[in-house]
């Protein structure tokens, strides 16, 4: 299972890498840091399409967004060579003009808001599903981002799980905080919202057992995950390398690349139907969903 997971990170990252040289721009660094975040999310069934919305609020890391689609089958791999092309609907930041984009991000701050509204208004129609918010750790030093963080305690948004991509590398240099998740759980806790820590970003196991956990939480907060991971992760020249900021590999840079992530897959085959058929079918999503229902019939005879 995680073998599977495992390959797909390493199929993402290629194609995030492809597409942006292809492109002669756009953030793969940025868009390699969160690949395990994201894989886990849409692929060992936390993500129900019928019901949840995700918003790439860090928009700039679109090519990991088009990657996921195209793994997911939902579109054709050989579309992310428009990647950023005149016309194309894959832009350099996510809009809807892409059919699976509800909003346009990449004005960083403004993604989180948004998905706070959409939180709310599922409360409103009763609908029971989740936003979950992606967001660089750079960009969470916008005034936007506390804005929106009090109200959704005030508003007790439980629906709301921010996935906070902690790099420590902003578009330059160390952000203030650094590697530091202590001082962000710190802060997230001081306006009254329910935390949980990754500490390897980039192991599956852990990011599942801390999606689980979250999920699974019956406080009525809104939900922070806060991941330590590597800008740049899985290629060793770009691996939490100031400069690399929204620039992409030159073809030489790109076949070596290439190279290193092919010696470090461990098994080459890659199932993707397999892959199609576990997404919003997953026995584990169902399963999650009646452990869920027992803690809360629980806590109502404690
Ligand atoms: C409001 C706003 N200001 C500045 C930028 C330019 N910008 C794009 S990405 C970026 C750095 C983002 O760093 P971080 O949030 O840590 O994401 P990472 O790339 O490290 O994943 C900046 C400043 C922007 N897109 N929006
Ligand atoms: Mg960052």
Request: charged fraction near 25%.
């Amino acid at each position: 299972m995680s073998e599977n997971l495992k390959n797909i990170c390493q199929k993402i990252r290629k194609l995030i890498l492809t597409s942006t040289t292809m492109a002669q721009s756009g953030h793969p660094t940025s868009s390699l840091s969160a690949v395990e975040l994201m894989t886990v999310l849409f692929f060992s069934g936390f993500f129900n399409e019928k019901n949840d919305e995700v918003i790439f609020s860090k928009g700039h890391a679109a090519p990991l967004l088009y990657a996921l689609y195209a793994v997911l089958g939902k579109i054709d791999e050989k579309k992310l060579e428009t990647l950023r092309q005149f016309g194309s609907v894959l832009e350099g930041h996510p809009t809807p003009r892409f059919p699976y984009v509800k909003v346009a991000t990449g004005s960083l701050g403004q993604g989180f808001s948004i998905g706070l509204g959409m939180a709310l208004g599922k409360r409103l129609l009763k609908n029971k599903g989740r936003v979950f918010v992606l967001l660089g750790d750079s960009e969470i030093s916008e005034g936007q981002v506390w804005e929106a963080v009090q109200l959704a305690s005030y508003y007790k948004t439980e629906n709301l799980i921010a996935i906070v991509d902690i790099n420590r590398l902003g578009q330059r240099g160390q952000t203030m905080l650094g590697w530091d998740v202590l001082s962000y759980q710190k802060r997230f806790e001081s306006f009254s919202w329910k935390t949980f820590l990754v500490f390897d970003g980039h192991n599956l196991d852990e990011i599942k057992k801390v999606y689980q956990e979250a999920l699974l939480s019956i406080e009525k907060k809104p939900k922070v995950i806060l991941a330590k991971t590597i800008k740049g992760k899985g290629v060793s020249f770009l691996e939490d390398k100031d400069g690399w900021h929204g620039k992409a590999l030159s073809k030489d840079e790109l076949e070596k690349a290439l190279e290193e992530l092919e010696q470090n897959q461990d098994d080459k085959i890659f199932e993707k139907d397999s892959v199609e058929k576990k997404l919003f079918t997953d026995q584990s999503q169902k399963n999650l969903e009646i452990k869920n229902l027992l803690v809360r019939l629980k806590s109502y005879f404690n």
